[in-house]
């Protein structure tokens, strides 16, 4: 990396700092400066704390097929129990906080966390629009595609919009050719699944490779008292991706007056995001989601929601047959 770059990303990161983010450890040395010096140290995080250590620790954990959700540089109850999720398939002891010894494990992934990326003309060709909340409104558009060019590159680089802004200050996310800063969260392909865990209790969705072990583990937004997960075995049917929404009103408790069946556009701001993973269970599914914030958050209509990025990449390695466990 050129010394302008690695300048101009530290300018980021304090950035960070300066909007009372406080900054615990230093970056991976492909990016550290003489001037980073105040940033050595081990840190050891836990729920409440912020700044660029939680950061760096997200995207490590993204890179590791355990992410915490949305990179927001927050050290929240998804990223708990991400780290602890973690630790248990590191053989360390799972508190969900990163001592000194977990974040030496973690941290022997020394890649950049923070890489530039030149905005491209496709980038800011979208085409992008704003979406309407009403069923009935959205089934009119011809696609519910992105609203703009920043919701896009979040999502690309699992990262809260937010943050993205925070972290490229005075830069444009609509002009070609402007150079930005975004997480490294390029992971490498997950293998064959044996198996899908849908764990209630632990809000989470986990695919479990041929040897038994925990390949990778996403957050989920689980059911709800109206909707309680179907618990049981069950088998996955196949994988629709950029499906569109069938929307029929008497399968939502929730549904407006007046709603009729409508088919719904896909996208990623489709009510399914960009892919549907069909269980054996009728109208239930494993999905995306046009609200990553909401994931592990909120309740579901009954079926099992994840970001577009994590749903993507359950998508790829399971098959028609595998079989989905569905427990307490």
Known sequence: MSSQKQGWILAALCALTLAGAPAFAQPPPEQATPAEDSLQGTPDLASGAKGLAVLRAQVLLDRAHFPSGEIDAEYGSNMQRAVAAWQRRHSLKATGRLDAKSWE??????????VSYRITEADVAGPYQAIPEDMMEKAKLPALGYVSAEEALAERFHVRPELLR?????????RAGEEIVV???????????????????DLSVSLID???QVAARFPATIGSRHDPLPLGKWKINGVSRDPPFHYNPKLFWDAEEGHSKAKIPPGPNNPVGVVWIDLSKPHYGIHGTPEPRTIGKTQSHGCIRLSNWDAAALADAVKPGTPALLQR
């Open 183 to 201: 997480p490294g969260v390029s992971r490498s392909a997950l293998p064959a699944a044996s198996k899908v865990v849908v764990d209630r209790s």
């Open 210 to 212: 041929e040897q038994g």
């Open 105 to 114: 494990a973690l941290t022997r992934d020394t890649a950049p966390v923070l």
């Open 166 to 174: 925070l972290l490229n200050k005075d830069k444009g996310f609509n």
